[in-house]
Structure formats: C-alpha cells, structure tokens
C-alpha cells in the first residue's frame, strides 16, 4: 500500500495521467474511508457478540440481528439512490457518518444506563443500515467527481479495496481483545469515534461538487426509479453483475453468521481467538486487491472474474470439513475464510471498475441502488435462512446445506457474459 505506482501511459495515445497519489483529495477521502473502516470492524464482531453473550441469543436472532442490518438495502436503495442522484453528495455522506456515529454510541451508553435489550439492538442495527444505504451510495456516485480520469477507476478500487481488506485484517483481532476487555457493548465505542475522525476528513476535501441540474422534462420520481432499474437489469453485463452477487451475498452471509454461533457455541472458541481467525483470513482480501490491477493486465476480464467467484463459492465447504482436533479445525477455518477474502479483494475492484465504466455519472447513484438491493437484498435473506436452517436442524448441518448450495451457485457464475469479457471499458456512455 505503500508503493507509488508509475504513471500510467496508455497505449492508445491518449495523454498519461498520473497516479491518485497525486490527488489530495482523493487521499482525503480515502483516508477517512480507512479509520471509519476499521472502527466497522469492531462493530461487525461485537454487535453479534453483545447478542451472543449479553442476550444469548438464538442462532434464529442472529439470523435476524443480520437481516436488520443489511434489510434497508433491499427496502430502500432505489429510493435513496433516486434522491442521491438529485443532490450533491457529500453533504449526504457527512450527515449518514454522523448518525451512524450517533446510533453506534448508543449501545455502549444504553449499557451504561443498564437500558440495553435485544429489541432496542435489533432497531439500531436496521437504523444503522439505513444511514449506511445513504453513504455507500453516496460515496461511489461521489468517487467520479474526485477522479475525471475513468482511467483511474481500477487504481482507485484497488486502493479502496486493499484498506478494506486490511482492516478486515487488522479488526476483528482488535475487536476480539476489546470485546474480551471491555465486554462487546463498550468496544463499539471505538467505531463511534472513528466515524468522527471520517467525518473530519471529507469535511477537508476541497474539490467542488457540481451543481445538479433537473432534466428538461423535469423531476418525477416514480420516473428516475423506473429509470434506473431499467439501465441496470436492461444492460447485460450490469443485470449479470447484479444476479451473480445476489448468490454471493447469500453464501457469504449465511456462511458468516452461522459460523459466529457456531464456533462460540459448538467449538468453544473465544471472542479473542474468533478475531484472530478473521483477521488472518482477511489477509486474503488484500493479496487479492492487490493482485487485481497486475492480473487483469495479464488475463482476460471475464477469466480474472471467474476464478474469483469461483474461490468465494467453493471455499465454503472447508468449514463443515473441518477436523474435531482444534488446531486443525483453526487451520481449515482460516483456509476457507482466506480463500473467500481472496476471491472478494479480485471480484471487488474488478466490479466495482466495471460497474463505474459503463455508467454516466447522472445514473450512478441508482445504479449503485440498483446493485446494493440486489447484492445486499441477498445477503439479507442469507441470515434469517441460514439461521431457520441451524433451528431445524443443528448448526453444522446448516453450514453443509449452505456450502453445498454454494458450490452449486457456480451454475449461474459460468453463465454470466462478464465471464467471456476481454477488456474493460474505460469510457462510460454520455449523460
């Protein structure tokens, strides 16, 4: 993350154009999207762990404490992304780090007061959800207005991409010792501060949002929604992106929240121990965010996105596999999790790149709605499913029934035409 890349001298005889690292604006952002990422980290592990341990809850409320937090993205993106779309976006970002900020402190203040109960959890976990519909779809509209070069969209997610998998990396390690130190509740507070140093951080960006203009035929919202999903599932390429991540969310949410539960519960592993698997897992992400700009200069489009899904598909399987002795079970969970991480960091700057490339910037706040409804919506159902599963049966059982599936979600991944794509396109159409 430290190198400073060469500046990138296209073969098309178009002007070179430097690196992001000459974008202070972009290393603002950046910057603050860093520490609010690994503050996220410490909430991802404690909100379930203050269920687990505080409440005890079911593997079912588990299920559902997942589905609060990603259910907004299935009820709301495409009428956020409209409205993002008719404003400038930093404003919204700035406010939705704020209320998250708000609603992340109030469980360590509910604690304090002896007020904190699984339902008032439950609402600020979907409350949180909803600010963070707001900001991611803020954020990604709002990245084109830092970087003019569409050029640079590859380098710009690979940098994104390799702080997320550090902190992936770094978090949960982190939030297993707060957790083990101050309890689960209280260990949150740190992410209620690092919301504010993100908070600061885009308050410094100086660059100059333009002005939306209404269209000539004037606003109509029912119009821009209708729009918008017809863009996204009208293009081939982006309603292929949308249903493959659709299965992917599913299998990496259930997956996950399944694993929490079971691991405390059936392997007796410790809030330390737990972070210490995430984290070494998540050095996956950053192998593959990195390898991405190198690997998608040396293979086709279509080949580096399908050996990436096909890491975060079959990888599961090592999970139920595992051995009863317990460092190897350590071994295959950290084998699985890495592999899926991998998989993630590749498909995450691949997508994310593409998605950009292909859409004007008048539609990329609904386009991202578009694709958060559609990759969040299934991970919102992989909760609760995953978690009547584990009720059914037993929690193993349902980590098999969901690895099998998907292993058989690889059907829909070989059928996608981004799978046979060549380049990637670097000029979106016209506004």
Do not use: C
């Not at 609760?384 to 929690?395: C, E, K, Q, Y």
């Amino acid at each position: 993350m430290t190198d400073s890349p060469p500046e990138a001298v296209p073969e098309t005889g178009e002007a070179p154009v430097k690196s992001l690292w000459h974008n202070a604006d972009f290393l603002k952002f950046w910057t603050g999207e860093t520490i609010s990422l690994y503050g996220s980290q410490i909430s991802m592990l404690a909100l379930p762990l203050t269920a687990i341990y505080v409440f005890d809850a079911t593997a079912e409320e588990i299920g559902w404490l997942r589905f609060l937090q990603l259910a907004p993205f299935l009820a709301f993106a495409m009428l956020f992304g409209a409205l993002v779309d008719r404003m400038r976006r930093k404003p919204v970002m700035v406010a939705s780090n704020a209320v998250r900020m708000v609603l992340i402190g109030l469980v360590p203040a509910l604690a304090w007061a002896g007020m904190l109960d699984i339902g008032p959890l439950f609402v600020i976990a979907f409350l949180i959800g909803v600010a963070s519909v707001f900001f991611d779809l803020s954020w990604m509209a709002y990245l084109p207005v830092l970087i003019k070069d569409r050029r640079l969209m590859v380098e710009a997610n690979a940098k994104l991409g390799i702080t997320a998998s550090s902190s992936d990396a770094a978090g949960p390690s982190v939030a297993g010792v707060l957790v083990s130190v101050f309890t689960a509740p209280f260990a949150m507070l740190i992410d209620a501060i690092s919301y504010l140093a993100s908070l600061v951080a885009l308050l410094m960006i100086k660059a100059k949002e333009p002005r939306v203009e209404p269209p000539a035929a004037g606003r109509h919202l029912w119009r821009e929604l209708v729009e918008g999903l017809r863009f996204v599932f009208g293009h081939r390429h982006l309603r292929a992106i949308a249903v493959v991540g659709v299965f992917v969310n599913f299998s990496i949410t259930g997956v996950s929240a399944m694993f929490i539960v079971y691991a405390v519960r059936d392997r007796a592993i410790s809030a330390v121990l737990l972070g210490v698997i995430f984290s070494l897992a998540a050095i996956g992400g950053i192998i593959g965010s990195i390898a991405a700009p190198p690997l998608l200069k040396r293979v086709p489009v279509g080949g580096a996105y399908r050996l990436a899904l096909s890491l975060i598909f079959v990888a599961p399987v090592l999970i139920p596999l595992a051995p009863s002795a317990r460092t190897a079970a350590i071994v295959f969970f950290v084998g699985s999790f890495l592999l899926v991480s991998i998989g993630l960091g590749i498909s995450n700057v691949l997508v994310q790149s593409l998605r950009q490339n292909l859409t004007p910037n008048s539609l990329m706040g609904r386009m991202s709605a578009a694709m958060r409804m559609a990759l969040f919506g299934g991970g919102a159902i992989g909760g609760p499913v995953a978690g009547a599963i584990a009720t059914w049966w037993d929690l193993r059982t349902a980590l098999w029934f969901l690895s099998v599936l998907s292993v058989v979600m690889l059907i829909p991944l070989m059928l996608s035409p981004v799978g046979r794509l060549r380049t990637m396109p670097t000029t979106p159409p016209e506004d």
